[in-house]
């Protein structure tokens, strides 16, 4: 049993651990890597799987985000490298054997939310520090520049999962694929009112080219969990896809009303993002190539 172990199963502090792995690839000679890694987050996923590396130790990703510009020089050779220093440097007493990294884009436009922030000082400079102290404290603006980011991440995921639904759907049903999509009357209603809805207020823009898009974040779960025979190629199975947007979409509706995400909340919004991206991408590009299937 894993508590007859001695690990702990923590997984260190990110922050502090992508810094000592940044120094340790400069001690090692590594400056390529540690070059790539500057300015880079990363997010330390372990599972419930064993890695059967070590006994009763956990199979854990690394997922680095890097700015766009550096994807292009990430090599399998530096994967590779960096997959060993990785493990090497996680404290063995964790129980967490890294298995795997993996680079993704760095999304979060920091120059642009650091510029609003300082819009936002700019904006109370005159007014008394006083009361900005009860009613605007410094915690509230950090929280906000901690939240902007992950708008981008919810938004992204959120609408390219309706545009792939959209797309499976047109391939099997054609342009009015909607009527026949298992779809519950309440849904279907809902798409009516909206679009009525929509056409009194018409200062504000459409949602979207498709009906898709006048559904909630977590109907997209329903609509692929209701007709999972058309969507059943594309992911491990119907838990793995469900269970995801229905976490996202919890956050995605505190993130919407501006209420705080802890952390944890929050590097799971960006591993489900990586995941669910590139199972997509890896089962579209798989179908493109062997059309057969």
Not at 134 to 139: A, E, G, Q
């Amino acid at each position: 049993m894993p508590e007859m172990s001695g690990f702990t199963y923590q997984k260190p502090e990110e922050r502090t651990y992508l810094k000592g792995l940044v120094e340790f690839l400069i001690y090692k000679g590594e400056k390529e890597l540690a070059d790539l890694l500057q300015g880079a987050k990363c997010i330390i996923s372990p599972s419930t799987a064993f890695s059967h590396k070590r006994w009763n130790a956990y199979w854990t990703t690394i997922y680095f985000y890097v700015p766009i510009s550096r994807l292009k020089s990430v090599t399998q050779d530096k994967i590779d490298r960096l997959l060993s220093i990785c493990d090497e440097i996680m404290p063995r007493e964790n129980g967490l054997d890294v298995m795997h990294v993996e680079f993704s884009p760095l999304l979060e436009p920091a120059e642009t939310i650091d510029e609003s922030i300082v819009e936002v000082e700019d904006a109370t400079a005159h007014l008394s520090q006083e009361i900005m102290a009860k009613i605007l404290p410094p915690d509230v603006k950090q929280n906000g520049r901690d939240m902007a980011g992950l708008y981008l991440y919810l938004y992204c995921v959120e609408n390219s999962l309706r545009l792939f639904i959209d797309l499976v759907a047109r391939k099997n049903f054609g342009e009015q694929y909607l009527g026949k999509l298992k779809i519950s009357r309440e849904t279907r209603n809902r798409i009516v009112q909206r679009k009525a809805d929509e056409k009194k207020k018409r200062w504000l823009p459409a949602r979207g080219g498709s009906d898709i898009f006048y559904l909630d974040f977590k109907d997209l779960g329903t609509i692929i969990q209701n007709n999972w025979e058309l969507f059943s190629e594309y992911f491990p199975d119907l838990n793995w896809i469900v269970t995801k947007i229905d976490e996202l979409s919890d956050c995605r509706n505190l993130v919407a009303h501006n209420s705080f995400l802890e952390v944890h909340q929050r590097n799971m919004i960006k591993v489900y993002y990586t995941s669910i991206l590139k199972q997509l991408n890896d089962t579209l590009a798989s179908r493109a190539h062997n059309p057969s299937e």
